[in-house]
Every structure is written in C-alpha cells, then in structure tokens.
C-alpha cells in the first residue's frame, strides 16, 4: 500500500557532449558508427509482446549514401493496425491502474539509459539513417530526447499535485485519468527526440499508444523502441508499426476507441487528419483531443542597430543547420540596407569555410537531406529561382544527388518580399533575403506578419529597445517561440516550450506542462463528511 507522495528527481538539462577531437565520446561514436555501418539491420514491428516481421522488407538507406543499405524494416499491412489497437486495449487496464510512480520510473529509467548504454547508438542511428551531424544528432536524439523524459516526469508529477480548495465539512480532490482508449503518435523523420515524445508523453500519463514513425526514421526509432522495452514498459502499451500512412488513418480514425493523435509533420497532413477526425466523431465513444506541430516559414528580422556579425551568424545557423529540415528554421529574412554589406561579407566568409559531406567525416557541417523526393522538391525551387527576374542566387544554388542527397546552402536575394521562397515551406537549406530601406522597419514588420499562414518561429535582432519592443508587439500572433538577438532555432526542453498557432499547430508546447495536460481527462470529486439531512434553505423560512 502507497504511504506516501513521492518527490521525483529534480530534472535537469542533459549535458551537451563536444565531440571535440581527441575526446573519449568521439572515439565511441565514431566506432558505432563504423559498428552500425558494417552491419544489416533487421527490424521488426512491436505490436503487443510480439516483434512483428512480415516478410514485406523495404530498405533503409543513409541520405549521404543512398546506395548503402542499413537494414530493412517489416512493412505491414492493415491487419497489423488492427492488431496493434487490440493489443494497446488490451494492456490499457492494468497500464492505466499502475501506481503513478511506477509508470513514471519506467521512463526516468529510459532516460538514463539513453544517457549512457545507447546514447552512441541513438546518435550514431540518426546520424546515418537521418543525415545529421555529430553535434545536431547529439543535441536531439541524446540531449532533448533525455530531457523529454526527465522534465515530463517533473510536470506529471506537478499536475498530479495540483488539487482545489476546500470547503468547511467537505474534502475536494481531482484525479487526472488517462483518456479512455487509444493514442495515435505520428511522428516526423527529422528529430528523433519528437519521434520519441509524441508516444511517450501520453503513455507517461497512463495511456496506450500505437506509434507510426516516417519511414526515414524507422532505424533510429528502432533503437528508441529498444531502450523503452529495456526501461520495462510493458507489453502493449507502445506499439509500434511500420504502414502507409492513409492506410494506417482508414483503420485507426474510424475506430470507436480513438481518443486522441500526437502529430509532428506537415500542415496539409494534419489539416486532411483534423477534417477526417470531424467527419467521423459520430462514431467515438470520445471526443479525441487533435495535438499538431505542424510547418513553418520562419523569419529573421534585423534592425539598423543590430550586430551584422550576429545577424550573419544568426542566419548562417538558423538556415543551414540540419540542412534547413527543422520546422524552426530560418527560411526568410529582412535586413536594413544599411547593415546588408557587412552581413553579406560574413555570411559569404562562413559558407566558403562550411564543408559538405556525409556524416561520418565529423568536417562536415552540412550533410545530405532526408530522400529524393525532398531533393527533387527544393532543387526546382532553387531551378525556378534561377529561372527568375525577380530574384538573383547570392550563395551556393548547385545540387547533387549522384552518390547522396546534397543542397548546397543557397542563399536568394529578391526585391519583391512576397515572392514564392519568402511565403512557401521548402524544407530544406535555402534562405530568401529581403532588403529593406531603414526607415520602413515598422512597415517591414507588417510584411513579416502577412506573408506566411504560419507562425511557429521567428527572430529580431537588435540593439535598439525600442525596436525590439516593437518588434515583439507588431509580431505577437506571428511566432509561439519568438527569440531576440538569437537564430530561431534550438528551443531547450523546460526553457523554451515548442509550438506555433496558425497553420503551424496547435501551440500545445512540447516541452511543458501544457502537452502532457492535453493527455489526461480529470475528475472531479467532491466528498461531504456532513451531508445536509433537510432540504430546506434558510431563505424559506417564514
């Protein structure tokens, strides 16, 4: 019998390690690497206490190294969502009736060992499968994937906490109950950490998952499956499968016990899930509670008295890092033409440092993007660009995808600010600039808010209060991370909660409280210890 509240660990952020050479972490990375790269991986689905290999194998490759083959995945079929539902069910009773602090250690313990056992294999799975470099794998699938755990567990136990006042002769409480039937996690290729989250969050709250990763990071969600089934969560309360996706969505939104989706990816995709979602709820025994991060088309803005050094390091960063394949990523800026030539001559200097190339070279600071759909998408961007009298190439505009999928970091400037790479998602290493005359900040603020349906992330740079405060104020519907003299990019799980409005999301904020609310159904209990014995109220009285 529990006989008390328990504390958990204090979470703290987990250390970034350098890889600098001659460091210990980067001859073990390096030797998993190699270790990973030499051997074929056979991965399975895991639905209930089963692995799952259909037969059905489908390749995974290195983005940098198409023709290298990692492993194949098990594809399955509309049978195995079934399966994976029933099998999530199945395991929700005693998942949701497990002590609190048991559930949630299971997770502190996934933590730790992603920190130390496979903190290399989970770098070295997302810096091959994904393309990342040591330090962007390093940042995701080691530290924020550590910190979604361990904060997580920190807010649950703070919601668990909460409890309203009492009354004289009367106990009120609240219980915080998983939601009745299943989660659906639909996670994006490009962070293994979100990967990983958009399961566990709900399941950290006591409800059942079934998880459908992007194919592209099957082989690092692999690994994550492995530390949680090491961590002892139990069979069937994470299932994880490898379908289409409009396959997987026929099944799953039309079942009965659907009560909610964990999203990361693109805006029209979760806009087709949201309808799909309405057009059914007839037939949920719930209503579901639909969590999106969806797309963006982040922006930089400097004003006159910004640092150009600062401002170029910015964009250098914010635009380039992971090849532009972070939702945050800087994707359109505006600099005053006062400050434009100095800016220019750093960024020309940092790109003509900036080495491209596979992973494995630890040189390299750009890497390959995610498949050939993706490279095929931004080259005819960049090809229209050229095609253009609107817009000149300042940097870089050359593709490759003979060996891999390589963009060159490609830099537009154009006079018209609402031209198509100012307003559309590319996903990838290209960044439009927009030079503004330095009286018209505030008029080009107007701009930033107009010309793109979504508002996840954006930058000012300054040194000017007044500008910055402007800045913040004209543009607060236009970000749900708004940074100041930073790229906006590299939000740190309990500093900076993740999430955009508009058409980038439903601004749940990974990374706080306010998600893992959305996964629980409260009750309400109110106790009288002396209830009333007469129906009658004073006022009736004669």
């Known amino acids: 019998m529990s006989t008390g509240f328990f504390k958990v660990p204090s979470p703290k952020n987990e250390p970034i390690f350098s890889y600098a050479p001659n460091t210990a972490e980067r001859t073990a990375l390096k030797a998993e690497i190699e270790a990973m790269r030499s051997s074929v991986a056979d991965v399975p689905m895991y639905i209930g206490s089963e692995e799952v290999r259909t037969g059905n194998k489908q390749p995974l490759i290195c983005p940098h190294d198409h023709q290298h083959i990692l492993g194949y995945y098990h594809e399955g079929d509309a049978s195995h969502v079934h399966k994976a539902i029933e099998a999530s069910l199945k395991a929700r009773e005693n998942w949701a009736n497990l002590s609190w602090e048991h559930r949630l250690s299971i997770f502190l313990k996934a933590a730790d060992l992603s920190a130390t056992k496979y903190r290399m294999k989970l770098n070295a799975a997302t810096m091959l499968g994904q393309s990342k470099n040591a330090y962007q794998a390093e940042i995701d699938s080691a530290c924020e994937w550590v910190d979604f755990l361990r904060f997580n567990v920190n807010f649950a136990t703070q919601i668990y906490t909460q409890q309203p006042e009492s009354s004289e002769f009367v106990w009120n409480r609240v219980e915080q109950r998983p939601l009745e039937g299943f989660v659906f996690a639909l996670t994006p290729f490009n962070f293994t950490a979100i990967a990983g989250n958009l399961p566990a969050a709900p399941a950290m709250m006591g409800n059942v998952v079934v998880w459908k990763p992007a194919p592209q990071q099957i082989y690092a969600a692999n690994v994550l499956m492995q530390v949680l089934k090491e961590a002892g969560l139990p069979d069937g309360v994470i299932n994880l499968i490898y379908t289409d996706g409009p396959l997987a969505g026929e099944v799953i939104f039309k079942h009965k016990d659907f009560t909610g989706i964990h999203f990361t990816g693109s805006t029209k995709v979760f806009q087709t899930i949201w309808r799909t979602i309405g057009e059914n709820i007839h037939m949920y025994k719930s209503y579901p509670r639909i969590v999106g991060e969806t797309g963006g088309k982040d922006f930089v803005i400097a004003h006159q008295s910004a640092n150009p050094k600062a401002v170029a390091t910015a964009l250098v960063r914010g635009a380039f890092e992971y090849q532009g394949q972070k939702c945050s990523a800087a994707s359109r800026a505006y600099i005053p033409k006062s400050i434009w030539d100095e800016t220019a001559a750093y960024i020309k200097a940092d790109l003509q440092e900036i080495k491209m190339g596979g992973t494995e070279d630890f040189s390299n600071f750009i890497n390959a993007v995610i498949d050939e759909r993706a490279f095929d998408k931004i080259a005819t961007y960049i090809t229209n660009a050229k095609n253009s009298d609107k817009v000149t190439i ?135 210890f002396l209830p009333p014995t007469d129906y009658k109220y004073p006022f009736l009285n004669a």
């Open 394 to 528: 300042f940097a870089g505009g050359n593709v490759d995808k003979s060996k891999g999928y390589f963009v060159e970091p490609t830099i537009i400037l154009t006079t018209d600010p609402y031209y198509t790479t100012m307003c559309e998602e590319i996903f990838g290493p290209v960044l439009t600039i927009y030079i503004y005359e330095d009286d018209k900040f505030e008029e080009t603020l107007d701009i930033v808010d107009n010309t793109s349906p979504y508002a996840l992330t954006g930058a000012v740079l300054s040194q000017d209060r007044y500008a910055i405060e402007l800045a913040s104020k004209k543009l607060v519907n236009s970000a749900g991370n708004f940074y100041i003299n930073d790229k906006p990019t590299g939000a740190v799980v309990g500093q900076q909660p993740f999430g955009g409005a508009r058409a980038s999301g439903t601004n749940d904020k990974a990374g706080s409280m306010l998600n893992l609310l959305r996964w629980v159904s409260t009750r309400t209990i109110k106790e009288n």
